[in-house]
């Protein structure tokens, strides 16, 4: 019954910070034991995991994204938050949010964005 849905801008320019917004609903983002990923596709290529936020608020990085990802959660609003800064033109791709951190179980529809001036 989970169902994620993105949303935020899907054009960036070079330099400026991507920020995406996951919405949840028909679970809470805060249920014991459940992991909050971010996963993206750039054109021609494979997945590749960003980040995720833990059900008690602990955040995990890929080591090759770490120094410019961050992962953030409004319980209030039942939603967690992408940000990754400095962004470049390979940063294009599809972002996915998903429920899980090795396989995953729901997963949102997925936004394009990409990185132009």
């Known amino acids: 019954q989970v169902q994620l849905q993105e949303s935020g801008p899907g054009l960036v320019k070079p330099s400026q910070t991507l920020s995406l917004t996951c919405t949840v609903s028909g679970g809470s983002i805060t249920t014991n034991y459940y992991y909050w990923s971010w996963i993206r596709q750039p054109p021609g290529k494979g997945l590749e995991w960003m980040g995720a936020?833990?059900?008690?608020?602990?955040?995990y990085y890929s080591p090759s994204l770490k120094s410019r990802t961050s992962i953030s959660r409004d319980t209030s609003k039942n939603q967690f938050t992408l940000q990754l800064s400095s962004v470049t033109p390979e940063d294009t791709a599809v972002y996915y949010c998903?429920?899980?951190?090795?396989?995953?179980?729901?997963w949102g529809q997925g936004t394009q964005v990409t990185v132009s001036s």
């Open positions: 998903a429920e899980g951190l090795l396989v995953y179980d729901y």
């Open positions: 936020i833990r059900y008690s608020g602990s955040t």
